[in-house]
Structure formats: structure tokens, C-alpha cells
């Protein structure tokens, strides 16, 4: 049984970790991962057709815990422990819920202290106990309740019979109808670059590259912290030098082993074997991707990951917010795909692409389809969201875009 300490407003967690609201869902995640036989029968559940309009979850059925992550900014909202019976609490270092102390009202108010009255739900039969940041809910059959009943005092219960929290939530704000999701705190950025933004950058009909807004945080050692805003390019055509300089030293290095797009290139050029590999500068936290060229060092194509529940690739990149100015309109990681096809003129016949791991050739997800526009390829998903989107060439007008120039 776990064994967790409460922080309103903030966190669940112990000396090892912590589960901390705003938190993004990647960094959970990692938590749970690394807490791998004290923590049993990890659930997500999302909407597969729907995914921005309802709530991420991660359902820890086992601890009676559930995390609930914005669909959009995939940080943690609401910490919700939905089983009192399979965790144990504690609130400054002294615990009010475990197999030997019951969470009574009685106890809640005496590890607590003093809150506004609480708020009877005459449908479901629950009275809701708020503090800032931290609320209980204990049931409450209709008979205990009195017809002038506006508090918990109010209520009249038999000896030995005072009801017990039968789940409580952690969350940001007044209440928890209207919690949202906080920033990302300080204590989880651990030295790395994290992405508000993502602007692509075009010329009239070819892309030149993104200029990226980034945080991070100050000198960690210092006690007054803060966090930094950078503004960095990254260009079609820079170096892998230029690369490193302004984004930091990658998440990951990937070395491509087979282009599974030779097959749709001509002949000549399918036959061609490379002795040397292109190669990828991962960077997880700003859902970017870099390709270089193996021959000239340069880079030939930028991804940008959207980080979509049901892709294969969820989870190993957090959502780059871009936005990307074509034909007149804005494309943004949450456009969908059948509005976009009424304002551009992509290509007709979409390439089929079905990932599967070399130990596992079964993709639960199954296919997503790329369709080309001018240079860039938009990777689509079944719910007609897009999953990627890559922009590719050297960031230079063509020829006869020169020439009429």
C-alpha cells in the first residue's frame, strides 16, 4: 500500500516522487515507469474521436488513484484519490487516512483545521468539504439530513456512525469545477528547453524553417529561481553545429537504418545504396525532430509532433505547438484534417504508413496517411487529426521563383 503525503494545491507524492499539478503527462508517466512493482494496473483513457474535448486519464486502479491531465496541454489538472481503502494519507507528516485512522469528519477537520461550510448535493447524496486547493466528499444518506441542513454541523448522525471521506480531490484554484491546469512548475524542468511555441516560417511557396519560443529555467542550485524566454531559428539548411548552439545538446541522436520512402522514389534512385546514414537530433520536450544529411551535415526536413492519445508515437514527444501560414489560412497542431482539404489542394492519393516496432509488428493503432503540399507532408490520423507534420528542402525559392523574382 503506498504510503503518500498531501500538499493542497500542489502535489501527492512521497521522498521518492511526486505526482505535481501542472506537471506535463510524459513526466507522470516517467513516475509510474520508474515505480514499477509498487505500482500495478496503470489505465489510460482518452477519446479516441474526440481527444481535445475531454480529459486525459491516467487510472491507477489498484491505488485508488486518478490523474487528470488537459486534453490540450496535456499538464495535470486534478489529482483525484477515488479509493480512501487502498492508499494510505498523510498531511504534515501525520496521517489522517490509513487502516488505523479512518477519515471521519471529526478527523479531516482535526488534521485540517477550520474550512467554510460544506456543500450538500441532495442528488448524489454527498457532501463536498472545501479547502483551497483540496476537497473530501463523504455520502450522506437523505435521512441523516435535516430540511435546514447548509453545513456538516447540521447534520445528525448515531453514535459511531459519522460518514468517512469516500474520495478526495488535489487541484489548482477555488474549486474543482473550475481547476485547470497550472504552469509548468520550476521543479519539473530539470535543465531542459520546453516549447510555448512554434512558428513556421514561409516564403511564398516554399518553407524557409520554424523560429521557436522557449522556456527554461534559471541556475537551479539558486534558491530564487526563475524561469527564462528564448527565441531561437532553426533553418533548412543550417548545420548540425547551428542546430546544437541553439537548441542544446539532443534528447536523443537516431541514425536512420532504411528510408521506407525509397520505394515511391524513381528507379534510379531506389537502387542506390547509401554508405553513410542520415540521422535524426531528437528533441523530446519540444516535439521536434531535425534530419541531417549524411553526406553534407545539413538539414534536409524538420518534424513537428502534435502528440495526439491513439498514435503510436504517443507519449515519446511532447506537443509542438506550431502554427504555419498557408494559402491564407493558419494551420495549427489542432486543425483538423477534412477542413483544411476544403482551403489547400494537397495531394489526392495519400501515402499508407503503418509503424511497428523490429519486436512487435503489431500496431494497436493501426495506419495513418501522409499527403504531400508543396514541401511539406502532413501525417493524419483515422479521427482526422493531424499527427505530424514535416517541412523538407534546403529553405530556398525554387528556379523560377528566382527567376520571376
Known sequence: MLDLEIVPERSLGCEQWEFILGMHFSQAVAIIQSQVGLIKGVQVLYNDSNPLEIDIIINLPQDGIRLFFD????????????????????YCGLHFNSPEVLPSIEQIEHSFGATHPGVYDSEKQLFVLNFRGLSFYFPVESKFQTSSTHNLGSLHFPAGSSPLVSRMAVYHGASVEVATAPELPLSCYHGQLYLCKAEVLRGETYTKGVRLTLMTSGNSRRIDSSKLQLEREILLGNSAQDVASALGAPSKVFYKSEDKMRIHCPNAHRRVTATKSDYFFNYFTLGLDVLFDARTHLVKKLVLHTNYPGHYNFNMYQR????????????????????????LTPSERPVVLNRASSTNTTNP????FCYGYQDIIFEIMPNNYIASMSIYGDGKPSEEECEQA
Open 71 to 90: 486534453p490540450i496541454v496535456q499538464r495535470l489538472k486534478i489529482i483525484e484519490i477515488c479509493n480512501m481503502k487502498m492508499v494510505k494519507l498523510k
Open 320 to 343: 509542438c505547438e506550431f502554427t504555419a501560414p498557408l494559402n491564407n489560412i493558419e494551420v495549427t497542431a489542432y486543425c483538423r484534417w477534412d477542413e483544411l482539404c476544403k482551403k
Open 365 to 368: 493503432f493501426g495506419s495513418t
